[in-house]
């Protein structure tokens, strides 16, 4: 069981970035499932996630800006973010419960600098 998460860069502010997280098996078999993000010097935060019945939740600072989604073809989940701020960077992290476990992909770093 693997989640692999990719996308991540060196983004100037306003610009916009996909991250894609690839799932070993289907996507379903991991509920429910959802992008964290950790910034230098802080907690791990979550960002967006579907819940078990596939209801997305963002938190604040991403509400209006950032949309999570899942290719179910290809078994990835999503996170397009718009209109980035200096305050998104961190590394982001796709997260999945699977068989009574957490799971989390390799990190991939954000940066949104001038």
């Known amino acids: 069981v693997q989640l692999q998460a990719s996308g991540g860069g060196l983004v100037q502010p306003g610009g916009s970035l996909r991250l894609s997280c690839a799932a070993s098996?289907?996507?379903?078999?991991?509920?429910?499932m959802g992008w964290y993000r950790q910034a230098p010097g802080k907690e791990r935060e979550l960002v967006a996630s579907?819940?078990?019945?596939?209801?997305?939740n963002y938190a604040d600072s991403a509400k209006g800006r950032f949309t999570i989604s899942r290719d179910t073809a290809k078994n990835t989940l999503l996170l397009q973010m718009n209109s980035l701020k200096i305050e998104d960077t961190a590394v982001y992290y796709c997260?999945?419960?699977?068989?009574?476990?957490?799971?989390w992909g390799k990190g991939t770093q954000v940066t949104v600098s001038s």
């Open positions: 098996g289907s996507i379903f078999s991991f509920q429910p």
């Open positions: 579907f819940t078990r019945v596939g209801i997305t």
């Open positions: 997260w999945g419960p699977h068989s009574g476990m957490d799971y």
